[in-house]
């Protein structure tokens, strides 16, 4: 008899073994609650207001980049918030 194999482990930190597999084979066949699935996808990021954000890559001299890295490591938000604050004062003015 072999040995059972390891798939790797998932992102919760669940080894993933043959049994492992072949419990989340048997729940995919028996086919998956559409409104639990949607529930799901409310996970991720926010949205930033009521229609989609889109993104836009900015090229940024490196000390430009290291000023906005230390900012938003002072004011404890993400980068791209430190860059829309900054937008938003600039294109109010």
Not at 75 to 85: A, F, T
């Amino acid at each position: 008899m072999s040995e059972p194999k390891d798939y790797g482990v998932s992102s919760d930190g669940t080894v993933l073994a043959d049994e492992v597999i072949e419990r989340v084979q048997a729940e995919a066949e028996a086919g998956y609650d559409v409104d639990d699935l949607l529930k799901r996808r409310e996970r991720g990021r926010p949205p930033m207001g009521s229609a989609a954000a889109d993104a836009l890559a900015v090229r940024l001299d490196p000390d430009l980049r290291a000023s906005v890295v230390e900012r938003a490591e002072h004011d404890g938000v993400p980068q791209g918030e430190v860059v829309r604050r900054a937008l938003r004062q600039y294109l109010a003015s």
